[in-house]
């Protein structure tokens, strides 16, 4: 790797670029029209344009970045976090690209990103995981079966919510 593309904004982008510059490494920030005049954009080697002030039309915007990639020669992809970070068909396009998706596979990032088969593949390794139901809770019936068999304090969550996203006390 010699020159990497971050993929994110604001604070997240400029601590990736600082590691990057302690590494010796070429940076490319990118920003939205928003965000032209943005801090991450003027510690960056390059910054270019990927669109619209919405994340939506700039930094989610996989065909955005991945010209980026070309017009700056970039050959690797620092996500940051949030964003496409745990986008599994993001990182799978990158590496089918040649490019170099600094974060977890493809194939890691779907397999985590379910939080059942994520439990499942924690207990078969042996990892200390929080008490709870082996698989998805369809009725009340059977999510107070799983309370009396656990005791509470219970929370509920959602098989694929991330980052905290998705989770309710009960």
């Known amino acids: 790797m010699k020159k990497i593309l971050v993929a994110n904004r604001g604070e997240i982008a400029v601590r990736i670029i600082r590691a990057c510059h302690d590494l010796g490494l070429q940076t ?6 928003a965000d032209a005049e943005a801090l991450h954009v003027l510690h960056a080697d390059e910054a270019i ?9 700039s930094y989610l915007k996989i065909s955005n ?31 089918s690209c040649g490019l170099t998706f600094i974060g977890p596979l493809a194939k890691t990032i779907e397999l985590l990103g379910d939080k059942v088969q994520a439990k499942a593949l924690a207990k ?38 991330g980052g905290g996203k998705g989770i309710r006390i009960a």
């Open 65 to 95: 970045l991945l010209s980026a990639c070309e017009i700056t020669g970039a050959d690797a992809i620092h996500p940051g976090y949030g964003f496409l970070s745990e986008n599994a068909k993001f990182a799978s396009i990158c590496e």
């Open 49 to 57: 344009c990927i669109g619209e002030p919405s994340a939506q039309h």
């Open 124 to 161: 078969s390794v042996k990892c200390p995981i929080i008490p709870g139901s082996d698989g998805i809770v369809n009725t009340p019936e059977e999510a107070l079966k799983e309370v009396q068999r656990i005791g509470y304090p219970v929370f509920i969550k959602a098989s694929a919510g």
């Open 28 to 33: 490319v920030a990118v920003y939205s029209e």
